[in-house]
T-cell receptor, first 110, second 114 residues
Framework: QKEVEQNSGPLSVPEGAIASLNCTYS??????FFWYRQYSGKSPELIMS????GDKEDGRFTAQLNKASQYVSLLIRDSQPSDSATYLC??????????FGKGMKLTVNP | GAVVSQHPSWVICKSGTSVKIECRSL??????MFWYRQFPKQSLMLMAT?????????EQGVEKDKFLINHASLTLSTLTVTSAHPEDSSFYIC??????????FGPGTRLTVT
């Protein structure tokens, strides 16, 4: 069974710090990797996608992928209170379906 | 990013009645849409994959006769919760993929069955 594991958290960081979120996956054939942000009571919002090994940067967000280690991470620089949310790691293999981790709750303290 | 809408955003119904939720892709065509359910403080649970012009594929444990899915066009999928009961109260979210990779979610529908 394909699995995606995230640290259960929660994670608390001060405003302005770097938040680091990690995710491992079991299916070595996975091709596409995503990070979603979900505010309480809202639906998930896609914030990053990454498909090849290395880093991908978008503003304050950097996704990192290491397929050999089956590891994907999300770094949030200069964390803001508005970044406080649950972050979901999702992985897609050969089918259209996404496999989600259980999510990591991030709190950024002012 | 692509835009997915849902209607209604919230609904309250009485036990035993049926409720229909619509999911629309507003600026792209979606051959495939997905329906999820999320209970409070829990992760997303995929219920079914909705395919335009064909029957939906349900995940294990999801009652296909209770959760009817119709994907009548490339921009519209509907989920009907039949004979709803209080345990069906949940947050229902659809998603769609404009291209082969990224999946975008609708805003969700909060269902309360009294």
């Amino acid at each position: 069974q394909k699995e995606v594991e995230q640290n259960s958290g929660p994670l608390s960081v001060p405003e302005g710090a770097i938040a680091s979120l990690n995710c491992t996956y079991s299916d070595r054939g996975s091709q596409s990797f995503f990070w979603y942000r979900q505010y309480s009571g809202k639906s998930p919002e896609l914030i990053m996608s990454i498909y090849s090994n290395g880093d991908k940067e978008d503003g304050r967000f950097t996704a990192q992928l290491n397929k050999a280690s089956q590891y994907v991470s999300l770094l949030i620089r200069d964390s803001q209170p508005s970044d406080s949310a649950t972050y979901l790691c999702a992985v897609k293999g050969g089918s259209e379906k996404l496999v989600f981790g259980k999510g990591m709750k991030l709190t950024v303290n002012p | 990013g692509a835009v997915v809408s849902q209607h209604p955003s919230w609904v309250i119904c009485k036990s035993g009645t049926s409720v229909k939720i619509e999911c629309r892709s507003l600026d792209f065509q979606a051959t495939t849409m997905f329906w999820y359910r999320q209970f409070p403080k829990q992760s997303l649970m995929l219920m079914a994959t909705s395919n335009e012009g064909s029957k939906a594929t349900y995940e294990q444990g999801v009652e296909k006769d209770k959760f009817l899915i119709n994907h009548a066009s490339l921009t519209l999928s509907t989920l009907t919760v039949t004979s709803a009961h209080p345990e069906d109260s949940s947050f229902y979210i659809c998603s769609a993929t404009p291209e082969a990779y990224e999946q975008y979610f609708g805003p969700g529908t909060r269902l309360t069955v009294t």
